[in-house]
């Protein structure tokens, strides 16, 4: 199987294991997106309900993986039909989004397991307390200057493609089949030899947007341990900062200088995909080990510092299946996830659902740009 194969393969295997991984990520108050106390997560029927979900989202994510390497594998060798092709982007469509939908199913089925052992034990907050910490030292995520990085980079690329623009041949290669033979080609234009500084602009804009919801988003203070959980995720904060502008520099600037190799047929297109899904794999990994450190908003950490069982806040109304924050007394626009490492919206704000339509409008744009400047 060539590496262009065995990438998207093992593209499945790390995303099925992430999902896999996610309980264990959590922060020690919650459990399947419902608050519980910290020592609940030792209740075997906690761990064991974990490590079902663990081992059917693993069996389902293998099971897709093999199915998408035997699909693969027949159109390795020669040239597929137009027929084929279209079967192989539903294979590979398919084998990507039922890890997803199924680790969300299984999420929902211990979710309502948790909140029946929840009634049953008497796991509430009785006093429903808050608590507000006001400090100026504690660690947060980086300031979205350093996002400015990214200006010196598209410049580079821009001004090597000027110069080098008479070294391009007059057909560049944009597309291989799955058997690494180019089967598209572009005229060479400005726009075509542009290229990977208009992706790195457009990658510099995503991973800043990604960085200031970072900036915005709510932070998670516990009643119970404030000090602590504010330290926990202001260093959650920052990793995660640093690591979404280190890893879309690296993947900006790799799918750049690949371009040019492969425009100057300097690399092929099968080693220059090869080359930026190796990169790409690598950053994921390193996400996955650092995430699997601090958990989702520090959680992890804030476990090794929090000196009290007690359930001071719950939330639980607000998460509408667990994965969609919905409170319109929030003013908060950003929170982080219940499920999952990152942030998400607060839906009952309209600006909330103003700024994905924006963000897919505009996404939507820079691919009509790219075709267009390809064409």
């Given at each position: 199987m060539s590496w262009t194969l065995f990438s998207m393969v093992l593209s499945i295997v790390v995303l099925g294991g992430l999902l896999a991984a996610t309980p264990w990520l959590m922060p020690p108050t919650e459990c399947f997106t419902i608050t519980v106390p910290p020592s609940a997560q030792h209740d075997a029927r906690i761990v064991n309900l974990k490590r079902l979900y663990a081992l059917c989202v693993a069996g389902v994510s293998i099971a897709c993986a093999l199915g998408l390497a035997r699909a693969l594998t027949t159109v390795e060798n020669g040239s597929p039909t137009e027929a084929q092709l279209v079967f192989l982007s539903v294979v590979i469509t398919v084998t990507t989004l039922i890890p997803i939908v199924a680790s969300f199913i299984l999420m929902l089925h211990a979710r309502?397991?948790?909140?029946?052992?929840?009634?049953?034990?008497?796991?509430?907050?009785q006093t429903h307390r808050s608590a507000a910490l006001i400090v100026d030292d504690f660690p947060g995520p980086l300031p979205l200057a350093w996002n400015l990085l990214y200006i010196p980079l598209v410049l580079g690329m821009v001004v090597f493609?000027?110069?080098?623009?008479?070294?391009?041949?007059?057909?560049?290669?944009?597309n291989a089949d799955f058997s690494g033979n180019v089967n598209n080609y572009v005229d060479k234009s400005l726009g075509s030899v542009l290229f990977p500084a208009m992706f790195a602009a457009f990658m510099g804009l995503v991973f800043t947007f990604t960085h200031w919801m970072s900036?915005?988003?709510?932070?998670?203070v516990d009643p119970a341990a404030p000090a602590t959980s504010a330290l926990a995720y202001g260093r959650f904060a920052r990793l995660q900062s640093l690591l979404m502008l280190i890893g879309g520099l690296t993947l900006s600037a790799t799918v750049g200088i690949t371009f040019y190799l492969s425009a100057l047929q300097v690399l092929s297109l099968e080693v220059s995909a090869a080359i930026i899904t190796v990169v790409a794999l690598i950053w994921v990994g390193i996400v996955i080990v650092f995430s699997a450190l601090t958990g989702q908003a520090g959680g992890r950490l804030a476990a090794q510092l929090r000196t009290t069982d007690e359930v001071a806040a719950d939330d639980d109304e607000h998460w509408v299946l667990g994965a969609f924050y919905f409170n319109p007394q929030d003013p908060s626009l950003i929170v982080p996830k219940r499920f999952g490492?990152?942030?998400?919206?607060?839906?009952?704000?309209p600006i909330a659902w103003l700024t994905i339509g924006a963000l897919i409008a505009f996404t939507i744009g820079f691919s009509i740009l790219i075709t267009w400047a390809v064409a």
């Open positions: 309502s397991r948790v909140k029946a052992l929840k009634e049953q034990e008497g796991w509430t907050a493609a000027l110069l080098s623009y008479d070294r391009f041949p007059d057909q560049i290669p944009m900036t915005i988003s709510k932070k998670p490492i990152g942030w998400t919206i607060n839906h009952a704000r």
